[in-house]
């Protein structure tokens, strides 16, 4: 049986841009059959806050929402992240690299959302040839993964072809960052595989760290890579990725002003092409659901939608 997952980062609480594309995520699932692991992306250190995974987990049932597995938390079991990351330099395929500032910045633990500055790597500590060397998880330490120079393509089922040649947007990023971490990039990709998550439901924001994670799925060998649906984001009225600028769009805010889970979820359905918006439960979503009507472009938030939902 086909398996995706949903995978809330802790570090704030849910907004109405997440929340669509995780009831997208469900809906697709629970039509087609896919299992659903909940995964915590708890693994973004300084960003993470306390108490922020039960209020993500509270919020995704509040809204309805339900899965079989989970949630499985990144933190419970980081082993493996080590492992693959000895695998990687014994193979000659990652390096330490103790560049300091910006570059660092550029690669850190959370996944890279669009508009969110991204430097490239200009290969300082490459060495020239791919040698074997032992991993060490040395404090201070960064690793980066050795990235061809050539182009990566996948065909994403929602956004169509795709095409990024990774060194010359990124250079070699990071696998595990100056604070011990394993990246996103590295993470996800062990997560998926381990999880056995061969379907992936996200933000398009995303698309462009989807060659980045095949390059790891490649240096890895973990098999073929999952089912990309890319899904265009909730923006605001400046054309920017919904963010607190946008005024607060967090689904728990609402709940706490006494809006209903129903209305919530009818304004989402409307924002997936399914009418006109009409208060209706995760159930009625479910039903009604269609991946042939999910609008193509970008989803605008305004005042009027705000005012809807506390109308
Ligand atoms: N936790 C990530 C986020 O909230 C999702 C990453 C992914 O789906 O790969 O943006």
Redesign the pocket.
């Known amino acids: 049986m086909p398996r995706t997952?949903l995978?809330?980062?802790p570090?704030g609480a849910l907004h109405l841009g997440?929340a669509r594309t995780f009831l997208v995520n469900w809906a697709l699932a629970r039509q087609l059959g896919w299992e659903v692991v909940l995964r915590i992306?708890d693994l973004?250190g300084p960003r993470v806050k306390v108490g922020a995974s039960d209020a993500a987990i509270d919020t995704l049932r509040w809204l309805g929402m339900d899965w079989d597995e989970g949630p499985l938390y990144q933190l419970a079991d980081p082993a493996p992240y080590t492992a693959a990351l000895k695998r990687l330099a014994a193979a000659g395929q990652a390096y330490p690299c103790r560049c300091t500032r910006k570059e660092i910045e550029a690669a850190s633990v959370?996944?890279p959302?669009a508009g969110e500055h991204e430097l490239r790597y200009p290969g300082t500590c490459r060495p020239e040839t791919p040698l074997p060397v032992e991993f060490r998880a040395e404090a201070d330490e960064a690793w980066r993964l050795r990235v061809a120079d050539e182009a990566v393509a996948f065909v994403d089922s929602l956004a169509g072809e795709q095409w990024e040649n990774p060194q010359q947007t990124v250079g070699d990023f990071l696998v595990r960052t100056k604070a011990g971490l394993p990246s996103?990039q590295l993470a996800?990709v062990i997560d998926d595989h381990r999880q056995q998550i061969d379907r992936?439901v996200?933000?398009d924001?995303?698309l462009s760290?989807t060659h980045r994670?095949l390059l790891v799925q490649r240096a890895l060998q973990t098999g073929p890579p999952p089912e990309y649906f890319h899904l265009p984001m909730v923006v605001g009225q400046d054309g920017r990725r919904l963010a607190k600028r946008h005024g607060d769009s967090r689904v728990a805010e609402y709940r706490r002003r006494g809006v209903p889970a129903e209305r919530i979820v009818g304004l989402l359905a409307e924002w997936c092409g399914l009418g006109k918006r009409t208060a209706m439960n995760a159930a009625d979503f479910l039903e009604a659901f269609d991946l042939d009507h999910l609008p193509e472009g970008q989803i605008v938030f305004g005042p009027e939608d705000d005012a809807w939902l506390l109308d």
């Open positions: 997952r995978a809330p980062s570090t997440n992306e973004d959370s996944a959302h996103y996800v992936v996200r933000g924001d995303l760290s994670q």
